[in-house]
Every structure is written in structure tokens, then in C-alpha cells.
């Protein structure tokens, strides 16, 4: 039953992730959903079972892909793209052998 618990509070923190990134309040996508705003926030607080059509509803309201809900946090994601666009941009003004110290640090890095 905790592994339960667990998904439900993991969902319902995407959920409001992704809500409060679109700018919505809960009336809002509940209203987009045809939910009230109140099981709104009882989802996204992890406290109510949730079906998967309803979850369904919220993901098209949202304009998401349904497993979204299930990916790792958003604001996570972001930080890792904009290191990534960071790092692309700093290698493109590198001399070929300052890249190639680059890309053998990356790999054994990677390798750890």
C-alpha cells in the first residue's frame, strides 16, 4: 500500500508542477478537466485514487502526453537542458584539442 501512496503523491506533484508552469490555477484545469477545483487539489495532494481516464482528462487539459505524470520532475529536467545548451555553446569556440580534452573528461565521467 506505501508503493501506492507514494505514485499518487508523485503524480499529484506533476501535476502541479506542470498546472502551475501553465499558469492555472486548480478552478481552471478543473474546469478545462470537468473536475472541481477541490478534487483538483486533493489529486494533486496526493490523497484521492485517481483513475487512469481522469488522468487522462487532466493530461489532454494540460496538453501533455498522459506518462509525463510518471517522468521525473519538469524543473529537474529544465536545469540538465540548460547545463547541456551551456556546455554546447562553451565547446563550440574550443580549439580540436581543448574538445577533445572536453569529450575524454565527459566520458570518463560518465563512466563513474
Do not use: P, W
Not at 501553465?22 to 490523497?47: D, M, P, T, W
Not at 502526453?65 to 547541456?84: G, M, P, R
Request: charged share 30%; hydrophobic share 40%.
Amino acid at each position: 500500500m506505501e508503493g501506492n501512496v507514494d505514485i499518487l503523491k508523485h503524480v499529484g506533484k506533476k501535476i502541479r508542477e506542470i498546472r502551475k508552469n501553465r499558469g492555472l490555477s486548480q478552478e481552471a484545469l478543473g474546469e478545462k478537466a470537468g473536475l472541481s477545483s477541490n478534487y483538483v487539489g486533493q489529486i494533486e495532494r496526493g490523497q484521492k485514487q485517481v483513475t487512469l481516464t481522469t488522468l487522462a482528462k487532466i493530461a489532454e487539459s494540460l496538453e501533455i502526453d498522459i506518462s509525463q505524470l510518471f517522468e521525473e520532475s519538469t524543473s529537474k529536467k529544465v536545469k540538465h537542458e540548460e547545463e547541456l545548451s551551456f556546455l554546447i555553446e562553451s565547446a563550440k569556440i574550443l580549439s580540436l584539442r581543448d574538445l577533445k580534452i572536453v569529450c575524454t573528461l565527459a566520458g570518463a565521467l560518465a563512466k563513474r
